[in-house]
């Protein structure tokens, strides 16, 4: 029962363009959410989260915005770089379970 | 965040034999999981390692299969036992420092097994 769901295996983007990833789940009880970067042969690293309070956080080049009553969550990448090129995964966990419950991952390639 | 270092990085293992990976934190830590990446698929929670008492498993997996170790607030153990190819994975070691942020876990480098 995959709860996180990322229907997009891959993404192909223009360097300095702008990349979006997008994330659905379906279980209610989640209310913070995670967005992670995996290089091959490395282990995820953490990128940014949000909580359910919020609809909108931003870091650096790295946006997240989460619409709770769609349960949709998308990653804004600006401008896409060379490096960016890896998997993402999206991530979601309730406040009381600190069990991260992971999507299939979204491959994007930046193209120069 | 945290600095996690897992040994072995990979290894290739003969099916019916056993194989241990360690997870060394560079800082005490309240919370350690242990993950598995299967080739093509995401990742899923094996279990949460306590420190001080039995592991707590997730619906699939069973401490037989799985036994985990935490002696203290910086080091754990999976073992894999018995293996047959179906555990060919990434097997990755999760901390949550409990500082900062809300629930942010921070992996180590994973553990690519292969079982012939």
């Known amino acids: 029962d995959q709860q996180v769901k990322q229907n997009s295996p891959s993404l192909s983007v223009q360097e300095g363009r702008i990349s979006i990833l997008n994330c659905d789940y379906t279980n209610s009880m989640f209310d913070y959410f995670l967005w992670y970067k995996k290089y091959p042969a490395e282990g995820p690293t953490f990128l940014i989260s949000i909580s359910s309070i919020k609809d909108k956080n931003e870091d650096g080049r790295f946006t997240v915005f989460l619409n709770k009553s769609a349960k949709h969550l998308s990653l804004h990448i600006v401008p896409s770089q060379p490096g960016d090129s890896a998997v993402y995964f999206c991530a979601a966990s309730g406040s009381n379970d600190y069990k991260l419950s992971f999507g299939a991952g979204t491959t994007v390639t930046v193209r120069a | 965040s945290a600095v996690i270092s897992q040994k072995p990085s990979r290894d290739i293992c003969q099916r019916g034999t056993s194989l241990t990976i360690q997870c060394q934190v560079d800082?005490?830590?309240?919370?350690m999981f242990w993950y598995r990446q299967q080739p093509g698929q995401s990742l899923t929670l094996i279990a949460t390692a306590n420190q001080g008492s039995e592991a707590t498993y997730e619906s699939g997996f069973v401490i037989d299969k799985f036994p985990i170790s935490r002696p203290n607030l910086t080091f754990s153990t999976l073992t894999v036992s018995n293996m047959s190819p179906e555990d060919s994975s990434i097997y990755l070691c999760?901390?949550?420092?409990?500082?900062?942020?809300?629930?942010?876990?921070?992996f180590g480098p994973g553990t690519r097994l292969t079982v012939l």
């Open positions: 800082s005490q830590v309240t919370m």
């Open positions: 999760s901390v949550r420092p409990g500082t900062g942020g809300f629930n942010e876990q921070f």
